[in-house]
């Protein structure tokens, strides 16, 4: 006789019984997910040559941010067939150099090699102090006097490591603005005189590096608390080092301009005004140089338009995708002393979620958008 205890035992087992293969996969899975199986390299492919119409062609890159080699490699791929020459890629000290004397370049090693063998050109941009080189509880914008030297010697060292791979060098990035100058007052004298600190130490480590000052950012403000017009700055520049050489330009403590020259809304024919922030503002820079005799290159390191509609700095993405052709071939028809026009950004590490979206080439998962594809029927024969 079958009692209501037993049928319930009964019921419970067969229960159980259906239940054991769902339970074994489920341990199984656990156990699974707890085994990584060792990480396969991404093979760095044989050497590549970049294909293009335009060699000063570049675009900013982000990859310092990426943990997929493979992304890494790929993205590299997708810039030397959009027919793009230059990439400009910040290697940050803090992360190279966690504590003093004690540096690791394993991780920047990747993603030169990758350029490399795609056969494009790195232009390193340097910079972001580490905790143990700056005052507590100050920004990774921040450096004093007397931590130049330690600066100084992380730059030869990479110079070093990389000879032969990278040659072109940004010294700081953007120090006419407050937030990109340690939250302090914007000090044009302070700024050479680092660069008279890390100058020769670089050239001795490699005496075929091109050093790149500025990279300045486009602004007509002049409140030093919060950031002075790049074209004052640059005047600033020049006075402060002919204080400290009283020599005309060989012995300026950089041998090219970085400068930022964004489009805003205006086409890159715009003429330039000290007032308008527009591509050609950068002649107004070149204009300066050479009123101290400074006839050296100019690398633009970040330009570019915005096809957030929303964005009060934004266009369309037909006329942004416009502007971008024409801008390359007035740079190319115009601008002898131009080497490099790489445009912000090839891709961000993650979505932002807000205008800064639309300044990419592809989407974080490199997925071309229109401007890749526009670009790339431009500039590959």
């Known amino acids: 006789m079958v009692t209501r205890n037993s049928q319930s035992a009964i019921s419970i087992a067969a229960c159980f ?13 656990g156990l699974l997910l707890q085994v990584r199986p060792p990480s396969s390299p991404v093979a760095l492919g044989p050497q590549q040559r970049v294909v293009t119409r335009n060699a000063l062609a570049g675009l900013h890159t982000r990859f310092v941010e990426e943990a997929e080699a493979w992304k890494i490699k790929r993205g590299l791929e997708m810039v030397r067939e959009m027919g793009a020459t230059w990439i400009v890629e910040f290697f940050p000290w803090a992360y190279y150099e966690k504590r003093k004397g004690q540096r690791d370049f394993s991780g920047a090693e990747r993603i030169v090699d990758y350029a490399d063998r795609q056969g494009l050109k790195v232009i390193a941009r340097l910079g972001f102090t580490p905790a143990w080189a700056r005052p507590p509880d100050s920004t990774f914008t921040h450096l004093d006097p007397p931590h130049y030297r330690d600066f100084a010697d992380f730059a030869a060292a990479f110079a070093a490591h990389f000879s032969g791979r990278v040659s072109h060098f940004i010294i700081w990035n953007e120090p006419n603005l ?22 020769p130490a670089i050239k001795q480590a490699n005496p075929d590096a091109v050093v790149l ?11 030093r608390d919060v950031a002075l017009s790049d074209l004052a ?6 006075a402060a080092a002919k204080r400290e ?8 403590p950089w041998d090219a ?11 890159p024919e715009a003429p330039p005004h000290p007032d308008a922030i527009n591509f050609r503002r950068v002649e107004l820079l070149r204009a300066i140089m050479q009123t101290y005799g400074d006839d050296s290159p100019i690398y633009i390191t970040e330009t570019g338009w915005n096809d957030d509609v929303n964005w009060v700095n934004g266009v369309t993405p037909a006329q942004r995708i416009e502007y971008t052709i024409r801008a390359l071939d007035y740079a190319q028809a115009h601008w002898p002393w131009v080497r490099c026009v790489a ?3 090839f891709k961000l590490p993650a979505p ?30």
């Open 213 to 223: 000052a500025g990279a300045l950012a486009p602004t007509i403000e002049r409140n």
């Open 178 to 199: 407050q937030n990109e100058w340690g939250m302090r007052r914007v000090d044009p004298a302070a700024y050479v005189a680092l660069l008279h600190t890390v100058y």
């Open 343 to 345: 445009f912000w950004v």
């Open 17 to 29: 019984r259906r239940l054991v293969p769902f339970l074994t996969f489920a341990v199984l899975a």
């Open 352 to 381: 932002a979620r807000g205008y800064r979206d639309h300044f990419t080439f592809v989407t974080p998962s490199l997925e071309p958008l229109p401007i890749y594809d526009e670009v790339k029927r431009a500039l590959v024969p």
């Open 257 to 267: 301009l970085a400068v930022h020259t964004y489009g805003t809304t205006m086409p």
């Open 233 to 238: 700055y640059l005047e600033e520049m020049y």
């Open 245 to 252: 050489t009283r020599h005309p330009r060989a012995d300026l």
